[in-house]
């Protein structure tokens, strides 16, 4: 009987063990894969870093340090900066510190976020102060290729010196793959609420801030991770026909405001070409202001019929606006018959 006995106790000691034993080995699988990944990531970063200064563009850390062990990549850069190499000189920005955050079970997927302010020296050598609460940005990556992405900035103020460029309660951009559309196509939506600067006082539209909305889909991007110039991704949009639908663009100043909807796409020359309609609450001032002053026969016989017949009764937010059918061939801007502007090609 007390063999037995012994043997019962030998089993259930085991039975306690080999749960423990088990948990102990994956704990030290995992975090031999933890440190594996956070190795090779950094040489990563090294390799991209090495050419990306071979692009002409710098950057650097005064310290770096990958942490998160044991669920996520945690990268972090005390005292980044950048020096970007133009045709005009060398632009240089700096900040305190850079964050990017991944889950190691999700690489693919990474939030980051940079601390204020952002110190910016142009070409030209003007110096430059950006302040905000907060700057966010997110990056999604699917089968090698752009797949959503997303920028908040709280409160930012850009500032030359002592004198204020430009500030605004808030920006957000954000972009993601249309669900079930073929690939280089996606949803675009940018806000700017309550933008005021300086330069708007000089407009003759409206009085105070500035908001901007802007919702559309573009198709043809060229959405591959290779790292190109915007330049040159313009171009590849061009080559592939791409197009964009602005669903919605808006713009609200005190008592104006103005809507467009319609289509644009970009010629093998880079100029901008298509339609859409535009109303506009405060019509008079807010056309006025778009027209050229030649001195000629165009401004004179505009005012003296009115700008009412360019366009035709609409609403616009409940209140009583007009609406304007909008052309823009070769980069030229139209409103009705009348020549507007004339658009310099985007690459």
């Known amino acids: ?6 043997s019962r106790s030998r089993s259930g000691l085991w039975g306690l063990f080999v749960p423990l034993i088990l948990v102990a080995v994956l704990a030290a699988g995992w975090s031999g894969f933890w440190f594996y990944a956070a190795g090779r990531a950094d040489a990563a970063i090294d390799d991209w870093l090495a050419k990306e200064a071979a692009r002409g563009r710098a950057y650097a850390c005064e310290k770096r340090a990958l942490g998160g062990f044991p669920f996520r990549a945690e990268l972090t850069c005390d005292g980044v900066s950048a020096v970007i190499a133009t045709t005009g000189g060398e632009v240089r920005a700096s900040a305190p510190r850079f ?3 991944a889950q190691v079970y999700d690489p693919n997927r990474m939030i980051a976020e940079l601390d204020g302010p952002v110190s ?3 070409a030209d050598g003007r110096t430059l102060a950006l302040s905000y609460q907060l700057a966010q940005a997110s990056l999604g990556i699917a089968d090698r290729r752009f797949d959503r992405g997303s920028l908040v900035v709280d409160a930012p103020r850009l500032r030359e010196g002592p004198d204020e460029v430009g500030a605004a309660k808030a920006f957000e951009a954000h972009v993601r793959r249309v669900p079930g559309g073929e690939a280089g196509a996606y949803d675009v939506a940018l806000t700017l609420d309550e933008a005021d600067a ?3 006082g000089m407009l003759p539209i409206g009085q105070g ?3 901007l909305q802007l ?4 198709r043809g991007v060229d959405d591959s991770t290779t790292l190109k110039s915007p330049a040159d991704r313009l171009r590849a949009f061009a080559e592939a026909a791409g197009t964009v639908h602005v669903s919605l663009a808006k713009l609200v100043r005190g008592d104006v405001a103005a809507e467009a909807r319609g289509d644009l796409a970009l010629d093998k020359q880079g100029r901008i070409e298509g339609s859409g309609d535009f109303v506009a609450r405060g019509a008079d001032d807010l056309v006025r202001a778009l027209l050229p002053d030649d001195g000629k026969k165009g401004l004179a016989a505009l005012l003296g019929v009115g700008v009412q017949m360019l366009g035709s009764p609409a609403k616009l937010d ?3 606006a007009m609406s304007y059918r909008i052309r823009i061939e070769k980069g030229r801007v139209a409103v009705g018959p009348i020549k507007v502007y004339k658009l310099p090609p985007v690459f």
């Open 209 to 211: 801030p500035v908001s």
């Open 120 to 122: 910016l020296t142009t």
């Open 1 to 6: 009987m007390a063999p037995e006995i012994a």
């Open 215 to 218: 919702q559309a889909e573009a």
């Open 318 to 320: 409940g209140a009583d």
């Open 198 to 200: 300086p330069l708007l």
């Open 99 to 101: 964050k990017a955050v």
